[in-house]
């Protein structure tokens, strides 16, 4: 382990997730696994003191840092002040990620060890952003990136798993020590990737099969037959996608892969349009 908490200088501020990477050794293991171009245009989340930031940035021409302490935010720009980085001083979720590719341009390659509390809302904002974004390499809790990557029928597999595996293809990296950090987590961390589909392999009606992924999970223990009645649709709707539908309602929806979710989005689109 190649650990250095002598660059640390601000009073790390737990209520912004401020778990800063120490070893050296991590930091160069997830920039050499993102095998950089010096086309690709990189935003990072929470570069903190930059323990990624150095070494991204001597490898690509335009580094975008979106850092939300403006204290920390200062330092990075005087630290690593040069032409090809630019630290923006604002919460990630607030960023537009539209402004800062041109039409046509190669889409921002995402990275980012990030505060861990706000780990499920970046994920979402950044598949909402994915037409922007043609990857996210991101440092996580362990057990959510189980969640993210986990297979049909096992416990991690939920949400998560489904609307990340609809959107693009997850990947478990690797895992990184407690240890690593300073202060330390109470967790083990894992580099995720995720590489968002150009184009979506699915036809389906996005926003019902969300719905329907998210009403059946939220009722989880629950058969198909008896979830899908949380549809927040009229109750003769709701029965006659019950009575009619050709599929296994017997079934959980941790037994569903993402194309068994498309399927039967699209059978329940049949009944809706048919009336
Ligand atoms: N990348 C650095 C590293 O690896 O040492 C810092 C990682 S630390 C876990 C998370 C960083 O995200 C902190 O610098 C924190 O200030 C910043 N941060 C927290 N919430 C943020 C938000 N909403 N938008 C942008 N940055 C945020």
């Known amino acids: ?15 912004l ?18 095998s950089l171009s010096t086309q690709d245009v990189i935003v990072e989340i929470g570069p903190g003191e930059g323990a990624l930031t150095k070494f991204i940035i001597e490898k690509v021409s335009r580094l975008i840092a979106v850092e939300i302490d403006s204290v920390v935010a200062a330092e990075l720009m005087r630290k690593f002040s040069c032409e090809k980085l630019e630290v923006i001083n604002k919460d990630i979720l607030d960023l537009k990620f539209s402004e800062l590719t041109d039409k046509g341009e190669k889409k921002i390659r995402l990275v980012g060890n990030i505060p861990y509390y706000l780990t499920s809302e970046i994920l979402f904002n950044t598949i909402d952003n994915r037409s922007y974004i043609s990857d996210f390499t991101v440092m996580i809790q362990r057990e959510v990136a189980q969640r993210i990557a986990a297979k049909r029928g096992t416990k991690s597999y939920g949400i998560l798993s489904l609307l990340t595996q609809f959107y693009g293809k997850p990947e478990i990296l690797f895992n990184v020590s407690a240890n690593c950090f300073y202060p330390k987590p109470t967790v083990t961390s894992a580099v995720v990737r995720i590489v968002f589909y150009d184009e979506l392999p699915y036809s389906v009606d996005e926003d019902l099969f969300r719905l329907i992924v998210r009403t059946t999970f939220g009722k989880r223990r629950k058969t198909l037959r008896n979830g899908l009645k949380f549809l927040p649709f009229d109750e003769d709707v709701v029965q006659k996608i019950i009575g009619s539908i050709d599929f296994p309602l017997e079934k959980r929806p941790e037994e569903l892969t993402v194309e068994e979710f498309v399927d039967l989005t699209n059978k329940i689109t049949q009944i809706i349009e048919n009336g």
């Open 1 to 15: 382990m190649s650990i250095n908490t002598s660059r640390i200088f601000v009073k790390p501020k737990k209520s």
């Open 17 to 34: 997730g401020q778990n800063f990477l120490i070893d050296d050794n991590i930091a160069k293991k997830i920039v050499a696994s993102l």
